[in-house]
């Protein structure tokens, strides 16, 4: 009895897996490796786990699908916060204000950067 009973957690270990990893890349999606890497590796654990479910081979198909859907969740959460952040960089705001700050000599002077790209920002 105990036998099958380990033989079950063994062949449940890769829906357990993409779960756990699914749900971690969703928690930490504002990070790369978090919400990308952890999501790919959740999304290829929890497609493989859903297959073997589906064949009859292991249980938990439905942990297996959630855990890839939590990864994918991630992935696409850190696709958007990359997007946001190469297009916060690429602004006019940003290259302005990086350009005062360049040619800045004193602490008065990059101050008045920091106002003006406030100000600039907030309009």
Do not use: Y
């Not at 004193?106 to 008045?112: D, F, I, N």
Request: glycine fraction near 12%; charge should be positive.
């Amino acid at each position: 009895m105990s036998f099958s009973h380990n033989q079950a957690q063994q062949k449940n270990g890769m829906a357990i897996a993409a779960l756990v990893l699914g749900i971690l890349a969703a928690l930490t999606f504002w990070t790369v490796f978090g919400g990308i890497l952890l999501g790919v590796v959740a999304v290829i654990l929890g497609i493989i786990a859903a297959r073997k479910a589906r064949g009859g081979r292991a249980p938990n198909g439905k942990m297996a699908v959630i855990g890839a859907g939590l990864g994918a969740a991630g992935i696409i959460g850190s696709i958007v916060i990359i997007a946001m952040g190469v297009s916060f960089l690429n602004s006019t705001e940003f290259k302005s204000f990086e350009e005062c700050a360049s040619k800045a000599k004193t602490q008065s002077e990059r101050t008045a950067c920091e106002k003006d790209f406030n100000k600039d920002m907030n309009n």
